[in-house]
């Protein structure tokens, strides 16, 4: 076996590094299958202004809808 100041040692374990380095590289495509998904987290958040707000603007209106305006000061104590 070579001593560790030999210049050209030739053990098997660098081979063996070169085959670990391919394998997280195979794992790599995977990652990008959930940022696939992220696209469809940013649909809700769109929409969540007008679940939040039902009254704040109507469609083809400017302003905003008295009776569930009133509705939401009622549900106040």
């Given at each position: 076996?070579?001593?560790?100041?030999?210049?050209?040692?030739?053990?098997?374990?660098?081979?063996?590094?070169?085959?670990?380095?391919?394998?997280?590289?195979?794992?790599?495509?995977?990652?990008?299958?959930p940022?696939?998904?992220?696209?469809?987290l940013?649909?809700?958040?769109?929409?969540?202004?007008?679940?939040?707000?039902?009254?704040?603007?109507?469609?083809?209106t400017?302003?905003?809808?008295?009776?569930?305006?009133?509705?939401?000061a009622?549900n106040?104590?």
């Amino acid at each position: 076996m070579p001593g560790p100041g030999s210049p050209n040692p030739r053990p098997l374990s660098p081979q063996s590094a070169v085959l670990d380095i391919t394998e997280p590289q195979a794992t790599e495509p995977k990652l990008t299958k959930p940022q696939a998904t992220e696209p469809k987290l940013i649909e809700p958040q769109i929409t969540n202004p007008e679940i939040d707000n039902p009254g704040a603007r109507q469609p083809g209106t400017d302003t905003p809808d008295p009776s569930r305006s009133n509705a939401l000061a009622l549900n106040r104590p």
